[in-house]
């Protein structure tokens, strides 16, 4: 389930953000928001998603605030 949300969101552009992790964090992040139980996305993904999902997050906040 997880893979194939991440897989739809490899045909759009997720604005980016500084690092290569940001663009990752961006996919993550727009695949959760979408999804209709981002819990079990959460809960399928990797440590090092988990990181640049939250780096994506803290990012954005900080540029939206």
């Known amino acids: ?4 949300a991440f897989m739809r969101m490899e045909g759009e552009n997720p ?7 940001m663009g990752e964090g961006a996919k993550l992040f727009h ?3 979408s999804a209709a139980e981002p819990e079990l996305l959460m809960a ?22």
């Open 15 to 21: 604005p980016k953000l500084e690092g290569d992790n």
């Open 1 to 4: 389930m997880a893979e194939a």
């Open 31 to 33: 695949a959760l928001e």
């Open 44 to 65: 399928d993904m990797t440590s090092a998603q988990l990181a640049a999902f939250a780096a994506y997050q803290t990012k954005r906040e900080v540029i939206i605030f």
